[in-house]
């Protein structure tokens, strides 16, 4: 039976069979260190213990080994916080982060040492720093929504936060990063589209890493924001065992683009503490990419990236199709070819 609210203890998980007896106390320990929580959405999703779904929300004790090359802050976002609540890491966005929890907490979430415990949501005089700050610099040109979720907030505290970035002459686009849509799609409702209908266009970017995760509900959801005009792109981690074949990654993004989702970015698994039996390694990642391209149509193709450890932004790191001396090019099957080609022979 689906759980009607929030799994969010080993009891609990242990109530609803995701976890067996004689892991309770090892799963206790994952959940004093890491946050837990599944929804009912995606309870229905998973069907076995060992699915994609499954291994995405269902803490394991593998959590609990940590590398030598893991760090709490994997993509280096505090040097760049000048104020809470802000990270300004490139000259002409930032990221706005009101609220540091979410209707579900990822086994590999980057940013798994700070969303969860504490305080969930910006304090006023804190917020108001935050937009004081986004004002006054006219460089802004794009303000991205993340967290936590911004999307778990209601659209009653997010439509104030919106009219004040609304109001700022230099701020052209206004992006979110959300889980919400799949995961916990009955939050989208008219009321947060009427909120997010602004003059400024806003983008609604939607984690989701394995068609599995994409129920009738979650159709639902994506369709009410496309069909009100709200862009949809998507952002998935390449994880190890969830969707690191070129089946589940081409099966993912045709049913994103069948539901009017662009794919965006596939990430390299970030190097964030207790997810090494996540990552895969770039080269594995490269050749998966490469074996998508010309399998599936060109709107399918994500840009696969990596977000340089300590700051220092996010670079494509595609597979090379252009041959090193730049005389030839490899197509999608792996022939090479001349380029440019040679005149036929008389």
């Keep these: 039976m689906v759980a009607s609210r929030p799994i969010r203890t080993a009891k609990e998980l242990l109530a609803q069979q995701l976890i067996e007896e004689e892991q309770l106390a090892t799963i206790a320990d994952v959940a004093k260190q890491y946050a837990v929580s599944i929804t009912p959405a995606m309870h229905s999703r998973i069907v076995d213990l060992d699915d994609p779904v499954a291994r995405q929300f269902v803490p ?25 609540g802000i990270t300004h890491r490139y000259p002409d966005r930032v990221l706005l982060k009101p609220v540091l929890v979410c209707p579900v907490y ?21 917020l108001k720093a935050a937009l004081d700050y986004i004002r006054a610099r006219p460089e802004i040109w794009e303000v991205i929504f993340t967290g936590g ?16 970035l609304d109001a700022i002459e230099h701020v052209k686009v206004i992006r979110f990063h959300t889980r919400v849509p799949v995961v916990d799609p009955d939050r989208v409702t008219p009321e947060l589209v009427a909120a997010l209908t602004l003059d400024t266009p806003v983008w609604v970017v939607v984690h989701t890493n394995h068609s599995q995760e994409i129920g009738q509900e979650a159709r639902r959801a994506l369709r009410l924001l496309a069909g009100s005009g709200i862009p949809l792109l998507s952002q998935t981690v390449l994880l190890k ?20 989702v662009k794919p965006y970015y596939l ?36 840009t696969y990236v990596l977000d340089i450890p300590g700051g220092h932004g996010k670079v494509p790191i595609g597979p090379r199709y252009l041959g090193e001396d730049g005389a030839s090019v490899t197509d999608p099957w792996g022939v090479a070819h001349a380029y440019p080609p040679k005149a036929p022979q008389e």
Excluded: Y
């Design 60 to 84: 394991s004790s593998a959590e609990l080994v940590t590398t030598p090359e893991e760090r709490e802050d994997p993509i280096g976002d505090d040097p760049f916080t000048p104020v809470p």
């Design 106 to 126: 990822c086994r590999f979430c980057f940013r798994r040492e700070v969303v969860g415990p504490g305080d969930s949501l910006l304090k006023e005089d804190q």
């Design 149 to 164: 979720d911004p999307l778990i907030m209601s659209p009653g505290r997010l439509e104030p936060i919106l009219r004040e």
């Design 241 to 260: 065992g969830v969707n690191d074949t070129p089946e589940a990654l081409e099966d993912l993004f045709r049913t994103l683009i069948m539901n009017r």
């Design 267 to 302: 990430h390299h698994g970030d190097l964030a503490v207790g997810t090494s039996h996540f990552r895969t390694t770039i080269e594995e990642g490269q050749e998966l990419v490469r074996r998508l391209r010309g399998r599936v149509s060109g709107v399918c193709q994500p």
